[in-house]
């Protein structure tokens, strides 16, 4: 799993948790915020390194708050993996409010010869999630 070594460029990090697993991200901005939690998600499936942004998707998440869009998005990204069998490692919001999100992510279509597979995740979970001006904590059902 690749992290920044310089705190100042830290994207996210890996946190531990007792049955599932999880990620803290960081950003400036919420946009970035929900942007590192996406490649901290993929980054705990995967090897990123391997993974080749050659295919486009626009997303579209709604949410209650911003809590739930959160995990909305980050859940549309899992069914979409699911269900195109892709990895996604590039990642763009491009319109973000309180109830919604619209964004560009890319990827490639899962190939065993070429990508290491760490685990799948099922789901994120409202289970200790936080959001802060700076970062948001979340877990994982794997």
Known sequence: MSTSKNMADLRFKPIDHPSDVGIIAYGKTLQEIFENAALGMFSLMAD???????????????????????????NELIFNEDAKKMLFKAFKITKLSSTEVEAEV?????????HDIYRPIKAATYNQLEIHPNWAKVIFDV
């Open 48 to 74: 990123l390194d391997k993974v080749k942004p050659k295919q486009t998707l626009r997303l579209r998440v709604e949410g209650e708050d911003l809590e739930s869009l959160l995990v909305n998005w980050l």
């Open 106 to 114: 890319a990827g490639e279509k899962v190939d065993p010869k070429i």
